[in-house]
Every structure is written in C-alpha cells, then in structure tokens.
C-alpha cells in the first residue's frame, strides 16, 4: 500500500538572492500550476503556507474564483484541481492536518539545490513512499530556499535535480513536476 502524500508550498522563513530571510509573494501561477500537478499525481492536499493574512486572503480569493465563481463553472478540471488545496499559517499547520488526517505523523522531506547530511536519493523515497509505513509531507520553497536551520529539522532533503548543463535554478513549478514525477509516476525504467 502507498503512503499518503501531501505538498506543501512554503513562503516563510526563506532566503532571497542576497542571502536574507524573507517572505515570498504567493503567485497565481504556482497556485494554479502545482494543484494541476498535484492532483494528476494524486497528492491528498496542497497546502500554500504563507504567514501573512493578507496574502492568504488573495490565495483564498483565486481558489474561491474557481470553486464557487464563473471560473469553475467554465473550467470544471480546475476545479477539481483546485479542491485539495489549502492556504495555511506555516509548517506545522500543514503536519497537524495530516496527523489528523492520517493518524500519524508523516514524514517531512524538503528539496534544495545544495547537498545536506540527510539528502536522500529519489530511489530511497520513492521505495518508502511505496512501502507505505507514514505519510509523507514534501515541502518546496520558494525564492532561494528555505532557511537552514528549518532545513535541519526535516527527516530527509531530497537530492537537487541535476540537468546537462552547470546551470540549476529551476522554478519551483517545474520542480514539483519533475520531483513528483520521480516519485510517484510510472517506473517506465523497469
């Protein structure tokens, strides 16, 4: 049996490109984007976790657009994609639902461009997403990472996504694409 998987979108505390923390602006990209991928590779909730109320205001405004407006009445699979999403204060708002949920704590794995001491490989995760012994809670930041010492307190970071060239800054869209594919799509290798 394969373990519940949940993603969550994370916008505080990160690092900007100058190397301080700071707090990201939701996007209605990654809102729309990440539960279009998310709910193909059947993640059990989306949460956009962002502490200001002011911001997961605007996140509710666009998801209730599509849920309730015109826009899902016009566009019936953003809808759905869309309905297993929720707009949370911060991390552990997100691991208390799933503990709730699933009657566990899951396991918290993050990615990152960089290698840590718990970097574990795609083929790991994907074996104990599979063996179905937790639930798993996957976490993405947003800007230039997450600060490390909330790094540090993660099970797992997931190795970086490693292209032809020296280049490695992908946006975090496709970033939840590819590492989600890794994860729970097929294993066309076998």
């Not at 949940?6 to 996007?27: E, R, S």
């Not at 990654?30 to 997961?56: C, L």
């Not at 063996?131 to 909330?150: D, H, M, N, Q, S």
Request: net charge negative; glycine share 6%; aromatic share 12%.
């Amino acid at each position: 049996m394969t373990a519940p998987v949940y993603l969550g979108l994370v916008h505080y505390p990160i690092y900007n490109k100058n190397g301080a923390v700071i707090t990201t602006a939701i996007t209605n990209f990654d809102i729309h984007d990440i539960a279009r991928t998310s709910r193909t590779y059947d993640i059990k909730r989306y949460f956009i976790i962002h502490p200001h109320e002011s911001q997961a205001a605007l996140a509710k405004e666009i998801i209730e657009y599509w849920q309730d407006g015109f826009g899902g009445e016009y566009n019936p699979d953003r809808r759905e994609a869309l309905s297993i999403l929720d707009v949370v204060p911060d991390i552990a708002k997100a691991v208390q639902y799933i503990e709730d949920k699933e009657g566990a704590k899951p396991i918290i794995v993050t990615t990152d461009a960089r290698v840590y001491p718990n970097t574990v490989s795609y083929k790991k995760l994907r074996a104990e997403i599979e063996a179905g012994r937790r639930p798993c809670l996957l976490l993405f930041g947003t800007g230039f990472g997450i600060e490390k010492t909330v790094m540090a307190q993660f099970d797992y970071i997931l190795e970086p996504i490693y292209g032809p060239s020296d280049y490695n800054h992908l946006c975090v869209r496709g970033a939840v694409a590819i590492i989600l594919d890794r994860l729970l799509g097929e294993a066309w290798w076998q």
